[in-house]
């Protein structure tokens, strides 16, 4: 059993930064893919950010692709989601996920352990 643990959320106004990060208590993360998706109120949970195992390789999604960059320290076993310029539509509950190793999939369905959750507010 995987168990995530999202912090750093707040609210900022916008064209300001936040850092969020995602621990597990338990298992190590290194062996896993990790995601980062977020989910607004009346909207689907989309796709943010991943990274790989090894931390080689990156996709972002294009809302957020030279905002934000996703990070991780396997000796620390967290992943990380530095958020600059942000924007009112950044706005939303943001999780952090566990995928395959070796897999690059953007959908939520292929991701198995979810955090709790942490909300960014950003203002305008």
């Known amino acids: 059993q995987v168990q995530l643990v999202e912090s750093g959320g707040g609210s900022v106004q916008a064209g300001g930064s936040l850092r969020l990060s995602c621990t597990s208590s338990?298992?190590?993360?290194?062996?896993?893919?990790m995601g980062w998706f977020r989910q607004a109120p009346g909207t689907e949970r989309e796709f943010v950010a991943l990274i790989s195992w090894s931390g080689s390789t990156t996709y972002y999604a294009d809302s957020v692709k030279g905002r934000f960059t996703i990070s991780r320290s396997n000796a620390y076993n967290t992943v990380y989601l530095q958020m600059n310029s942000l924007k009112p539509e950044d706005t939303a509950v943001y999780y952090c996920a566990t995928g395959r190793r070796g897999s690059m999939s953007r959908a939520p369905h292929d991701y198995d352990y979810w955090g709790q959750g942490t909300q960014v507010t950003v203002s305008s």
């Open positions: 338990g298992r190590t993360l290194s062996s896993y893919t």
